[in-house]
């Protein structure tokens, strides 16, 4: 078997993330509906707000953990200004850290990550861990769940992920694209990057993905490009593959 070199998503694909994400939004919502509710402001218009505000933060600046916290009082001020309620440094001071506090969440591993990356690792192949965020945020969930026995150094933090970025892995790394997987619960920053270098892509579906990660996919496999539902599947996918090429 040809040994391959696999990049894997951390968020959402090895570790669960965008559930804490959406149970701070909860509270926040609670607090906002508090605050405002004299004024007839609903939760679905507030929801629909902060992920406005928020996506538009990552479309400017990447990645970056401050967006999260600002998306709560950028929601916060632009009610207060419609309905000419005077906004509160307390209330303010509140929002920014419940924002914060998504970052401070135990790191929960996805079912059969250590089975899965045993399993392949066993196998003969190299493994890469590719993720995006800030690099000390990323770092404490490597740690917390002792990944560099899998990775090693072959780990690369972005503030973006982007088809720039993963053209830049590529190239510096010396992959072969024939050889190389993409393994990642992100339409936008993973698969579609992958498929546009033309390595082979897993998409890992999930159960509440983020609205910035679902994009239509209009680029042609060059290679292997799968959908699973669970971690445990992806060795006998790619063995399986493997076998038949």
Known sequence: ?????????????????????YHVIDQFVDAMTK??????????????KQTEIDLAGVHAEGFKSDHFP????????Y???F??????????DFLWKLGRSVYDHQVEP??????????????????HLYTGGELLIQERKIKAMQLERYFDQ???????????AMEDILATGGFDRSSTWMIGNSIRTDIVPALTAGIHAIHMKTDMEWV???????VAPKGAFFTLQALKEVPDTIHGYLGRT
């Not at 605050?35 to 629909?48: M, Q, S």
């Not at 996805?110 to 493994?127: I, K, R």
């Not at 910035?212 to 209009?218: D, L, P, Q, S, T």
């Open 212 to 218: 910035f990660n679902v994009v239509g996919i209009e």
């Open 83 to 92: 309905y000419g309620r005077a906004c509160s440094a307390v209330e303010e």
């Open 70 to 77: 600002e998306s709560f009082i950028g929601t916060y001020r």
């Open 1 to 21: 078997m040809t040994k391959q070199k696999i990049l894997f998503d951390l968020d959402d694909t090895l570790i669960y993330c965008n559930k804490y994400f």
């Open 79 to 81: 009610f207060a200004s």
């Open 110 to 127: 996805y079912p059969h990550m250590e089975e899965t990356l045993d399993a392949l690792a066993s196998s003969g192949h190299e493994l």
């Open 35 to 48: 605050w405002f509710g004299g004024y007839g402001l609903t939760e679905t218009v507030i929801r629909e």
């Open 154 to 164: 072959r780990i690369y933090v972005r503030s973006r992920k982007n088809i720039e």
